[in-house]
């Protein structure tokens, strides 16, 4: 170990070396006896882990693509008494590559289980805002940069990481990994589509594909009340919320307080059945009745984005989803349906997500104001968004052959509370992949969680089983089928249950009758689900 000590100098990755890019400097530091706590929330598909008494070499490469005028920073830490021999990458999240606190606090936890690991800030500097880098100037995209988010760096990443761990430790990794989720799950998408040799097992959650798509989607419900010209207070649509919850929570024969079936749910509850009825609100200070307005919010949350003609351009949120942002599981994660009534007089209160996508990319002015526009002009960005920018960063390519030829092995999972990003997109590109490969489940299982919003949060825990799962997959071949998860009931209990991989669902056995034992429930095929793969306009 202490010669490995001796090598955490720069020196050693002095024969990094990456086509078509220039390095600039090689940075590398000891970091010793770093004890963190890693939560579960954080690492997605791995448990809540302590980091005790670590030690690493941290190597932070700083390089440059000749000619487009981009500085991308890249950091490793390489363990120095435990390395298992394999390569653990991070995703990021937001607008942010990675090299922000959730990439960092994923790779504590990383470095405690003995990987590896890497993350990449894309040149964009690891900040949750696209105001920085989006423009070279008012009306020009800076492409490149885009471009390093969406797919250049990842593949950078690859490369370096392997090459600086070989330098190290006088050998590659045996195994590499990738483990994001939201940006850092679209990332491992991007992985698999177009780098198909760079990591030989993905966990991706909550993908952010379709991304041009799905981008304008989340300012809909913003636009929705903009042309309605009147915005609810949010404890109406919490209350619309709470009742749909209640009306469809048995729907899957389980009393737990979570919306299993979110499709059945559309057909079971009618948001405006609630108009006239009177809510508790804490921003009035007393009680309220629930508006048209608020129902007519909801309801084109959970239909989605259309146009001025009635077609469907993308997928809403599912019922139970946290629309306003207000509920403590949700973490601080902005509502797309959020409004502010501070001042007595409610207003939008747009996700920063869909505003910096519409204002930065499509239309390229940081001054533009969104809240004014028709419906005609929405369309017109919605068609702008994908047209535009589709073949950079969509990333919804479901032809993997290279990556199943290449031995790969992906998971991914989708919390069906998911308050950002539909189920259904993710739906649809497992779909259209199994379109082309009728054997999909030999090298890809996706699995769907009950009362999880966007990556964690909800009800329910997440499936911290599945990486070591994806391990196997890959270096035994041991399939993975159910998962373990943990949830909350309506009295707080923490509950044993089982994920299932798409499109089975989770059954519980009645006559086994206890719903905390997981041995009381099971897979099965569920009725046909919703053909993802239709046009949307067919929905």
Request: aromatic share 10%.
């Amino acid at each position: 170990m202490a010669e490995l000590r001796s090598l955490c100098v720069p020196t050693t990755f002095g024969n990094l070396s990456v086509f078509g890019t220039e390095i600039l400097s090689i940075e590398a530091n000891l970091a010793t006896n770093v004890s963190v706590s890693v939560p579960e929330a954080y690492r997605f598909t791995q448990p809540a882990i302590e980091l005790q008494n670590g030690t690493f070499c941290n190597v932070t490469v700083s390089y440059t693509h000749p000619g487009q005028n981009d500085n991308i920073f890249v950091e490793a830490w390489l363990p120095v008494d435990n390395w298992n021999n394999r390569l653990q990458a991070v995703g990021g999240g937001g607008w942010a590559a990675g090299r922000f606190f959730l990439s960092y606090i994923a790779m504590y936890g990383a470095i405690a289980d003995g990987y590896a690991t890497i993350t990449t800030d894309a040149g964009l500097g690891g900040v949750l805002s696209a105001e920085p880098w989006a423009l070279n100037s008012p009306g020009n995209v800076n492409l490149y940069n885009l471009q390093n988010l969406a797919s250049v760096s990842l593949n950078d990443e690859a490369i370096i990481g392997k090459s600086l761990i070989k330098s190290f430790y006088g050998k590659g990794p045996t195994f590499s990994y990738w483990n994001g989720c939201s940006q850092g799950g679209r990332q491992g998408l991007m992985l698999a589509q177009r780098y198909p040799t760079a990591y030989d097992g993905i966990a991706a959650g909550a993908p952010a594909i379709y991304w041009t798509e799905f981008f304008s989607a989340v300012q809909w419900p913003q636009q929705f009340m903009n042309m309605l010209g009147s915005y609810p207070h949010g404890c109406e649509i919490d209350a619309i919320t709470a009742a749909a919850i209640s009306t469809c929570d048995e729907l899957d024969g389980v009393l737990d307080g979570i919306i299993a079936e979110p499709d059945a749910c559309l057909g079971a509850f009618d948001p405006f059945r609630l108009v006239g009825q009177t809510a508790n609100c804490n921003e009035t200070g007393g009680s309220i009745q629930i508006s048209a307005t608020a129902a007519a919010v909801v309801n084109a949350t959970w239909q989605g984005t259309i146009t001025e003609k009635g077609k469907r351009t993308w997928y809403g949120l599912n019922p139970g989803a946290d629309l306003t942002g207000n509920s403590q599981l949700s973490s601080g994660e902005p509502g797309v349906a959020a409004t502010n009534c501070t001042t007595g007089t409610c207003v939008g209160a747009p996700s920063y997500l869909g505003l910096q996508w519409l204002q930065l990319f499509i239309a390229k002015d940081p001054a533009f104001d969104a809240s004014n526009l028709t419906h005609a002009q929405f369309d017109d960005i919605v068609h702008a968004s994908t047209q535009q920018f589709g073949s950079v960063i969509s990333t919804d390519d479901p032809d993997l052959t290279r990556f199943r030829e290449a031995g790969g092995k992906l998971v991914t999972f989708h919390g069906i509370q998911d308050n950002i990003i539909p189920t259904k997109g993710t739906e649809r590109y497992y779909r259209e992949t199994n379109t082309i490969f009728p054997d999909i489940h030999n090298f890809y299982r996706h699995y769907e969680v009950p009362g999880l919003g966007h990556c964690f949060g909800g009800a329910s825990g997440l499936p911290t089983h599945l990486f070591d799962q994806l391990r196997a997959w890959v270096e035994n071949g041991t399939v993975p089928e159910e998962t373990p998860v943990k949830v909350k009931d309506l009295n707080g209990t923490v509950q044993d249950r089982i994920l299932c991989p798409y499109p089975q669902k989770a059954r519980f056995d009645k006559i086994c009758g206890d719903t905390s034992n997981t041995k009381c429930w099971f897979c099965s095929d569920s009725s046909t689900p919703k053909d993802c793969s239709l046009s949307l306009g067919d929905l």
